[in-house]
């Protein structure tokens, strides 16, 4: 962990401004292999993305998303509550993904990261390859609107298995998990 760590901890727990210069100090050197350093800026800039002033961007922003969510999907960490195991994360990254294709202009940043997901498959082991298939792809081809983003996985033949049957899930269950998630009250609501 770096050693701005209890910074990071202080303007989690603070209620006043994070100056956004100082956000990006934290977020630069923070290697990929630092999830604990991830998880703590990935939860300051949900819980407090607000208080970061003048505001961090969607770029800086849907960067460090993506780095910590494809770190904990690659990594696989079971013992560390702050961070993310393997299958939530796949689920998390399925509701980013959700959340970006219903924004306007996030075309460039979902095919950013759909090209990472992709790498991120081809380069690891079947435990990864997995549950980016069936905790996250077969999700995101539920909803129509991602399927343009990961339709070059029909053309390769190291990605056209997992395509066919990602596909297959996506086309027999339209939006399932957006309609599951629709059901569950969010915290701020109970």
């Known amino acids: 962990m770096v050693e701005f760590s209890s910074d990071i901890d202080a303007a989690r727990s603070g209620d006043g401004p994070i ?10 050197p923070a290697t990929d292999s630092d999830l604990s350093t991830l998880s703590k800026l990935y939860r300051l800039t949900g819980e407090g993305y607000y208080r970061i002033q003048p505001e961090l961007g969607r770029e800086t922003t849907c960067v460090l998303i993506q780095r910590y969510l494809l770190g904990c999907i690659r990594d696989g960490v079971t013992e560390n509550e702050a961070i993310q195991e393997r299958y939530e994360t796949a689920e998390s990254l399925h509701v980013w993904f959700r959340h970006l294709v219903a924004m306007d202009d996030t075309s460039s940043v979902l095919s950013s990261a759909a090209s990472a997901v992709k790498n991120l498959y081809l380069e690891n082991g079947q435990e990864v390859r997995d549950a ?35 596909l297959a899930w996506g086309e027999t269950h339209p939006d399932y998990m957006a309609g599951l998630f629709q059901q569950i009250p969010r915290k701020d609501e109970e």
């Open 132 to 166: 980016i298939e069936t905790g996250f792809l077969e999700h995101a081809l539920e909803t129509s609107a991602l399927r343009p983003y990961f339709e070059d996985w029909a053309f390769d033949a190291r990605l056209q298995m997992s395509w066919n049957r990602a």
């Open 19 to 28: 100056p956004r210069a100082r956000v990006i100090s934290w977020i630069e």
